[in-house]
Structure formats: C-alpha cells, structure tokens
C-alpha cells in the first residue's frame, strides 16, 4: 500500500501515537503533528514525518486522522490560525476519533466536505497492534475512501450510521465504562467499610459473572491503588459523562445514573484527580477518611 495513500495523525498521545507507530509498522509513512514535540520526535526515529503545524501535516493527505483530548484542543487544531482547515477545505476525507459534541462536528462539516467520526474502542496496545473496533460515522463514499487505513488500525470497522453516530456511539461506551467502574469502586468502598479485604473484594468481583471486562482491566489499578500512566483520564471521563448528559437533555432524556456519576466524577477533577486514570474516581468514593482517598 505504500505510495498510494497519503495519512497524516493530528495528535499523537495514546490513541494517535499508537495508531502511528501502526501505520509505520504496515509500510505507510504518516506525517504527524502534536502539540508537544516529544512524541512526534519519537516518530521521527522511526521514520515519520513530522510537520510545523496541524495545516502542513493535512495539506497533501488523503485522509487526515484527527485524535485529540478534548473539543478545546481539537478546535484549535483544526480550526485555529495554523489548524488543519486554516487554508479552506481539504481535498481528502476528515476522520475525527476526538469524543466531541455534535456541534462541532456540525461546523467541521460546513468546512471541509468529507468528514467521517470514528468512535475508537480499544487502547494504546490494540492501536499499535491493529486491533481497535472502530464505528464510523458519515457516508459511503467517504468511508470508502478510508477504508484502507481504517482496514490496517482495526479488527472491525462498523458503519454504524450517518454524521455524527460514530461519535454519539463512542460517547455511550464511554458513558457505561464510567458507570461500570464508579460502581465497581463504590461495591469495594463498601466492602472495606464494613471490615472485608480490598483485594478478596475485588477478586471477587472479576472472577463472578457481574464482571466485565473493562471492570476487569480496571481492577487491577483499584486492588494496587495505582492511578498514574492513566489508560483514560478521569478528567476526559468526566467530559464524556457530561456529554452525554448533555445529548440527553437535547432529547429530553432523564438519565440519573449518568448523572450521578458525573457529579462523582467532577468532584474528582475539582479534588485534583483529573489528570489520573478515571479508575482513580474510587478516591473519591472512598470518602475523606477512607482507604485510598487523597491526603
């Protein structure tokens, strides 16, 4: 396939990075843009490209993968002063993996004509390793056009539906996740409080028939009370969950469940937990005094 597709990755941290170092690995050389010149110098040694900015890292590509943290970064690389559509609309397809709102992805459509929102499942591992699910949003045609890229970073690319439904599916994901781990954290706070081991706890919880296996992975960050080189920040879980209840609203939607979590979750981030992994809410949980809680 070398030669004749052009991919550029806007944004390299665990998704993008890993996404990248695949690409590479599967004969195609990315040109690669991020906001700190670490990761995209690590590229480099490994033969990417690496632009100045966001607009020369788009400008001959074919398909321009666009994963960022959040809807404020990802606004700025594609639509600030030296974004991606600084210099008017791209002639290959946009593939956002951002969680952003549908509103910007409403402007990002009267921008550039071919969009396409991917809602990535998976982590830094089976994005290097080719093996995320990806459930893409947009036409046919578009899709078409990514395919062969989306074909080399996935085990399954799902057409789920028109502009923005890749992104609205992913922003559910995300919702459960953040559900399933609060209460996971919440069923182990309890445990402790009335005199049961943490870990007995836990391994109780993986190995019974009400674990997922996202509770599972998680598990093992809660029974080592180890939160730092977060797979998924608490901070961008409580986005997620904001999200969400704010596409429900639009709806009309009552969703206590997302709500209660959100507000667990926001007091994390305003306690100084945000930048941890999100299984680090059980701090939180946990209570002033309990094990495991902030100093």
């Not at 030296?82 to 921008?111: F, K, M, N, Q």
């Not at 990806?134 to 890229?149: H, K, R, S, W």
């Not at 109780?204 to 997922?212: E, K, L, N, R």
């Not at 093992?220 to 409580?238: I, K, T, V």
């Amino acid at each position: 396939m070398s030669g004749t597709i052009t991919v550029a990755v806007v944004g390299l941290g665990v998704m993008g990075g890993g996404i990248a170092r695949r690409l590479l690995g599967q004969g195609i050389t990315p040109t690669v843009w991020n906001r700190s010149p670490g990761p995209a110098e690590a590229l480099a040694g490994l033969g990417a490209t690496v632009a100045p900015t966001p607009a020369l890292a788009a400008r001959h590509a074919d398909v321009v993968l666009v994963s960022l943290a959040d809807g404020a970064a990802t606004e700025q690389a594609l639509l600030g002063p030296d974004g991606v559509l600084a210099d008017g609309p791209l002639d290959g397809v946009l593939a956002s993996a951002s969680t952003i709102s549908p509103d910007l992805l409403s402007v990002l459509r009267e921008r550039t004509p071919q969009v396409l929102d991917l809602g990535l499942l998976g982590n830094g591992d089976h994005a290097k390793n080719g093996e995320l699910r990806v459930y893409v949003g947009g036409t046919d045609n578009d899709l078409a056009q990514a395919q062969p890229v989306l074909d080399l970073i996935a085990k399954q690319v799902v057409h789920i539906g028109g502009p923005g439904d890749g992104m609205r599916l992913k922003l559910l994901m995300n919702t459960l996740m953040g559900i399933q781990v609060q209460a996971m954290a919440e069923a182990t706070a309890l445990g402790e409080s009335v005199g049961l081991d943490r870990r007995a706890v836990l391994d109780a919880i993986t190995v019974s028939g009400f674990a997922t296996p996202v509770m599972g992975f998680k598990a093992r960050r809660l029974a080592a009370e180890r939160y730092e080189d977060p797979d998924f920040r608490l901070r961008l879980m409580a986005k997620d969950l904001s999200l969400a209840v704010a596409e429900a609203d639009r709806t009309g939607l009552s969703l206590p469940l997302v709500q209660t979590a959100l507000a667990t979750h926001e007091e994390s981030v305003r306690r100084g937990d945000g930048d941890l992994d999100c299984a680090a809410v059980s701090r939180t949980v946990a209570g002033p005094h309990g094990k495991g809680a902030r100093p």
